[in-house]
């Protein structure tokens, strides 16, 4: 099994090659504990392009891990996207979602990258979702959830390649209007604190509903 990674950074180099990050304060949510899972949060402001968030969650000693990032721009019409990884007992879990937080629609070409990226490793089977949510209907086809045993490194790859590819279609972007869109990404952010989701279930039940509400709405999302 492979080391677990760390695409959150990797991912905030490469974008800082083209929009320079800077990091927010967030005061005592940064490093948060209950029980025994402990949480860390970075926040970032990306002027020119949007918001970035990492997540990292461990508990049981370290046998369980999870990695969260979160690009949500404001300044490019481009989807939203979310990345997680999840180590529990030996097994790994990697989620890639794009959503639909589009002020025009997004080129078929475009996605076309992404499900290149999904079909690559068909093999795998999919993990479905035990009930709907109300995000199925803005959340592209060209995302996956997989889960098992002895793939890490498939992971790994399928990874970095989703979050490469989305990088480039980030510096090829043209501004767009930022008041519309960041009206769509709290829109989404704000039905998804309020309707809820596996993630965000978890986080109110582990430290509430207020410090989640700062959590989700604005470390993540960067709604103000």
């Given at each position: 099994m492979s080391a677990f990674p760390d695409l959150g950074h990797t991912m905030l180099r490469e974008i800082g090659r083209v929009f320079p990050a800077e990091k927010e304060d967030i005061g005592a949510d940064?490093?948060?504990?209950?029980?025994?899972?402990?949480?860390?949060?970075e926040s970032y402001r990306l002027p020119g392009l949007g918001h970035y968030c990492i997540l990292r969650m461990t508990a049981l000693l370290g046998l369980m891990k999870m990695e969260t990032l979160v690009l949500a721009p404001t300044e490019?019409?481009?989807?939203?996207?979310?990345?997680?990884?999840?180590?529990?007992m030996g097994k790994d879990t990697q989620i890639a979602e794009l959503y639909d937080t589009q002020l025009s629609p997004w080129p078929e070409e475009s996605q076309a990258v992404f499900r290149a990226i999904r079909e690559r490793d068909a093999d795998l089977p999919e993990q479905e979702a035990k009930e709907p949510h109300w995000y199925d209907a803005i959340l592209y086809p060209c995302s996956?959830?997989?889960?098992?045993?002895?793939?890490?490194?498939?992971?790994?790859?399928?990874?970095?390649?989703?979050a490469a590819a989305y990088i480039v279609q980030l510096r090829e972007a043209e501004p767009c209007d930022g008041a519309a869109k960041k009206e769509k990404v709290?829109?989404?952010?704000?039905?998804?604190?309020?309707?809820?989701?596996?993630?965000?279930?978890?986080?109110?039940?582990?430290?509430?509903?207020?410090?989640?509400?700062?959590?989700?709405?604005?470390?993540?999302?960067?709604?103000?």
């Open positions: 940064a490093r948060l504990k209950k029980g025994p899972f402990r949480l860390e949060t490019r019409d481009l989807p939203l996207l979310n990345l997680d990884r999840v180590r529990a996956f959830h997989r889960a098992g045993k002895g793939i890490s490194a498939r992971l790994d790859k399928a990874a970095l390649d989703f709290a829109a989404f952010a704000e039905t998804l604190f309020s309707q809820g989701g596996p993630a965000v279930d978890t986080i109110v039940k582990l430290f509430g509903r207020e410090t989640a509400e700062r959590l989700i709405l604005h470390h993540m999302y960067g709604v103000e």
